[in-house]
């Protein structure tokens, strides 16, 4: 299948992307994926983008969206190429969708939450019905396959996607385009090259390695980093009620992100300044392994 190529796309040897969604204001685990994000790419030589992943528009906290970019102001992260918001590239999904419909590589499904019950793993019962695609779910089909990726951080991690999930939905029925889809797709249109992230998108990457060679993108790095954790030893969220980051306190908070990387330290001084001190000591051999950090934040 040839690449989709909607609008020009740039192209770096090293380009990485920090992409929170508003859900909720930032909190000490997404400064962390920031701070990793940004310092990989810069010791790279590389550029870093920003993108705001909110085509789940029913779940957009309101004034998250704000809160974001005040954040990166507050914390002086520079980005590399203006802001995007998926919220206004519906149309390039689509587009993305349809050239999938005429390849056959995805159909509709009208299974619901109640008709599939606790089942974990799609068993494809509308695969073959042809359903018409008005107001359906829209999943893409998966193979009996091995699918293997080798993390920066977390090493071999493989996963057969018809064994351990069935086709997965690209479009929900009320019309939300998923993540996986959205996030491909901009990866490739942004010339993302390196993925860092936090662990617990690690499950989501074989998915996004299948519809990157179903759509001809090239392949892609990824570095998965260990989660903080609260007291509780529950992952810092919005949904466990992780306090948003107090700018007021910006280089202190900046000054224990790059402590839980296990970096070495920097002054504190302005963001700016303790930033590029970062970059200029950046080691990954230093990042804890393991998918949860040990200490217990806030």
């Known amino acids: 299948m040839t690449a989709v190529a ?28 920031a701070v990793a994000s940004y310092c990989d790419a ?31 102001e507050a914390f002086q992260f520079e980005t590399d190429a203006e802001i995007i918001f998926q919220k206004n590239r519906l ?40 359903l018409d695609f008005q107001d359906q779910a829209i999943r893409v089909k998966v193979k009996d396959q091995q699918i293997c990726f080798d993390d920066r951080l977390q090493g071999l991690h493989c996963s057969n996607l018809q064994h351990d999930l069935g086709d997965f939905v690209l479009k ?3 019309g939300i385009i ?5 996030v491909v797709v901009d990866d490739y249109l942004q010339g993302i090259t390196h993925v860092v992230r936090g662990s617990d998108l690690l499950d989501n990457t074989e998915r996004q390695i299948w519809l990157g060679e179903l759509l001809g993108y090239p392949k892609l790095s990824y570095m998965h980093l260990p989660l903080a ?20 306190k910006a280089p202190e908070l900046l000054q224990q992100a790059i402590q839980a990387l296990g970096q070495p330290n920097v002054d504190l001084d302005r963001p700016e300044v303790m930033l590029k001190q970062a970059v200029a000591q950046w080691n990954i051999d230093l990042i804890p392994h393991g998918q949860e950090l040990s200490g217990r934040y806030l």
């Open 6 to 33: 909607t609008q020009e796309k740039p192209s770096f040897s090293y380009s990485g992307r920090f992409a929170p969604s508003p859900t909720g204001p930032l909190h000490f685990g997404s400064l962390i994926t």
């Open 42 to 72: 810069k010791a790279h030589q590389g550029k870093w983008l920003v993108r705001v992943e909110d085509t789940d528009i029913p779940r957009i906290y309101p004034g998250s969206e704000e809160h974001i970019l005040t954040s990166l």
């Open 91 to 130: 149309d390039i999904y689509e587009s993305v969708l349809d050239q999938l419909k005429k390849e056959g590589l995805i159909y509709a499904c009208q299974c619901t939450r109640k008709m599939l019950g606790s089942n974990a793993i799609y068993a494809g019962t509308c695969r073959n019905l042809n």
């Open 172 to 174: 929900r029925r009320d």
């Open 178 to 182: 998923n993540y996986q889809l959205a």
């Open 229 to 248: 954790m609260n007291d509780q030893g529950q992952k810092l969220s919005k949904q466990n009620l992780a306090q948003a980051l107090d700018l007021s």
